[in-house]
């Protein structure tokens, strides 16, 4: 998969070297390391053919990047790849518009594989069905003598047909789970939607998953995506105790084509009984030495989302539904957790998505500082979708990187019809403040959340620097006063992934263009500092290098 690294010429292209540096137009990489930048790569050349004795066409592969542009490479700072390797098992309904296209797609995909026993697929749309709420009869019309269970978009919630909830034993006086919902007709019988763990899990318990073996193939699938996309290193940000095999296995196969760092899943029910089984995870992944594979963090639910009125917000829904929404640990437990983790040497990552969440997880990690000091641990808050004032402020007083996923910030389908009518409007447009956050001085890194949407870094560099729909809507951007310039939005995929992950602290560093880093780069055939953000989308990766090796090459005459 990884071809054996040689030197490489890089010219006739622009070199980005950061945010107000000036641009150089060539580079040279010497195995797995960049040895020169701009005006230096001949005299290095020259020096390296006197110590080689031999001339520099006999050893260095010359690459024309015909006017194109090298950046470090991406780093995806929040995603699950497993699950999004998997999504091409099953039913294909991440594409489907309608409630209708889904049906007819799990038909067909039950028609045709007449032996699976379960049908298990995903991800659907959340906001095609009023409230995110989905009927399980719906799916009986497709499959009413099999299970079908569907994972939503969000991966906090699934849509199953009657047969499902029957071998899950989900009936009318099944009680509420603990950490989960079961939304119910006027009658009492569950609906058919199984929103957060607690009720997922009714349903997960009984299925049968995937194979071993299939869920190897899609991480490999996953790994290749990214590289790709130009990416050379992944957060996975939920990681269950059954993958780190999975994990291992594929990095004996040599099925990584990206770096990636484990965090390994906390169970409010379980933890910290779970701790030692972490430690013990993390000395396998060590005990490996590959040099692709991590397991360094530790990942905490702190609340649900929005579209489920499982997020938790400091003042009542709209709605009035949830009232606040679902805090997944009690503060207390979850401050002592975080601080459990840190005192031996795991990076924790929150998700909080709701300004209550966001607090309670910035509460937790300034309880774990004032126990076990100011350690480089680097915690990470991910999503930050809505978070108040004075919070914001103390990202950069308590040294919290603020992963954030910049597709999210646009007034979508999703925003309109599920989540602004939750919140308010007000409040709504009081969501990912990246803009503030840098100007506050936190750290800001991205990511994408795949699969629960795109993982093409553009994509969300596109909405970060409009604040507009694909479409271009609104004209002037929804909340305009927060949009990045393109340089900030590339430094955040670049460099603040690579402090997320603790890049400078290798041997050999990644995450910026300098002699002596890793050849973590990514070869554009457009400059997006001079690309509309609606043609974004459409910047081709021409090649992916991490350490030097290419990941991925476009093919010949594909662009």
């Given at each position: ?25 060539e ?25 080689r ?72 749309d959340?906001?095609?069905?009023p ?76 299925n ?18 990214f ?26 196969r ?18 910290p ?38 997020g ?18 009690d ?20 998700h ?15 309880h ?21 004032e ?13 992963n954030?996923q ?43 959340d795949?699969?629960c ?7 969300g ?6 604040r507009q ?18 340089e ?24 910026q263009i ?46």
């Open positions: 998969m990884i071809r054996n690294a040689k030197t490489i010429h890089l010219s006739n292209g622009v070199v980005w070297m950061g945010p107000g540096a000036p641009d150089q137009h580079l040279l990489i010497v195995g797995n390391r960049i040895e020169a930048v701009g005006a230096d790569v001949v005299g290095r050349i020259a020096e390296l053919e006197r110590e004795g031999e001339t520099a066409e006999k050893f260095v592969d010359r690459v024309d990047l015909e006017g194109g542009m090298i950046i470090p490479s991406f780093g995806e700072g929040h995603s699950h790849p497993i699950f999004g390797g998997l999504e091409a098992r099953g039913p294909q309904i991440r594409a489907c518009t309608s409630v209708e296209e889904i049906i007819d797609e799990v038909r067909r995909y039950a028609e045709n594989n007449p032996d699976e026993e379960w049908i298990l697929g995903a991800s659907y959340g906001s095609l069905a409230s995110g709420l989905f009927d399980a009869r719906w799916l009986d019309e497709a499959v009413p003598d099999r299970p079908v269970v569907l994972r939503a978009w969000d991966y906090h919630t699934v849509w199953c047909n009657t047969r499902a909830l029957e071998l899950a034993g989900i009936e009318a006086n099944t009680p509420e789970p603990e950490l989960g919902e079961i939304p119910r007709r006027q009658d009492g019988s569950p609906l058919g939607t199984l929103r957060e763990w607690g009720a997922v899990d009714l349903v997960a318990a009984v049968p998953g995937y194979s071993f073996d299939d869920r190897v193939a899609a991480l490999a699938r996953a790994t290749e995506h590289a790709a996309l130009g990416v050379t290193w992944i957060q996975d940000a939920w990681v269950e105790p059954e993958d780190i095999d999975v994990y291992i296995e594929a990095a004996l040599g099925a990584l084509a990206t770096r990636v760092n484990l965090a390994l899943l906390a169970d409010p029910r379980v933890f009984n779970s701790l030692e089984q972490m430690i013990a995870a993390r000395q396998r992944i060590r005990e490996l030495k590959h040099p692709l594979l991590t397991a360094n963090s530790v990942k905490f639910f702190t609340d649900g989302v929005v579209e489920n009125e499982t938790a917000l400091l003042e009542p829904y709209c709605s009035g539904a949830h009232d606040h929404g679902m805090l997944v640990w503060s207390t437990h979850l401050a002592e957790s975080v601080a459990a983790v840190m005192a031996v040497g795991f990076q924790p990552h929150l909080a998505i709701g300004d209550a969440a966001v607090r309670c997880a910035l509460d937790a990690i300034e774990s500082q004032s126990i076990n000091g100011d350690l480089d641990l680097r915690p990470v808050i991910a999503h930050v979708q809505l978070a108040s004075e919070d914001l402020a103390r990202f950069a007083t308590l040294g919290v990187t603020a954030m910049p597709l999210w910030a646009q007034e979508d389908a999703l925003m309109t019809a599920l989540t602004i009518p939750r919140l308010g409007q007000e409040r709504a447009d009081k969501q990912y403040q990246l803009k503030t956050l840098t100007h506050l001085g936190a750290t800001l890194s991205f990511g994408s795949w699969p949407s795109s993982a093409a870094p553009f994509d560099i596109a909405v970060a620097t409009s729909t694909q479409q271009g809507q609104p004209e002037l951007g929804w909340t305009p006063h927060q949009i990045l310039d393109v900030t939005a590339l430094f955040a995929y670049t460099a603040g992934t690579a402090h997320q992950a603790f890049a400078d602290q290798r041997d050999v560093p990644w995450g300098a002699r002596g880093s890793s050849a973590d780069l990514v070869w554009l055939d457009a400059d997006p500092r001079t690309t509309p953000p609606q043609q974004m989308p459409m910047i081709g990766i021409r090649a992916t290098y991490l350490a030097g090796t290419v990941t991925f090459r476009v093919a010949q005459g594909a662009q």
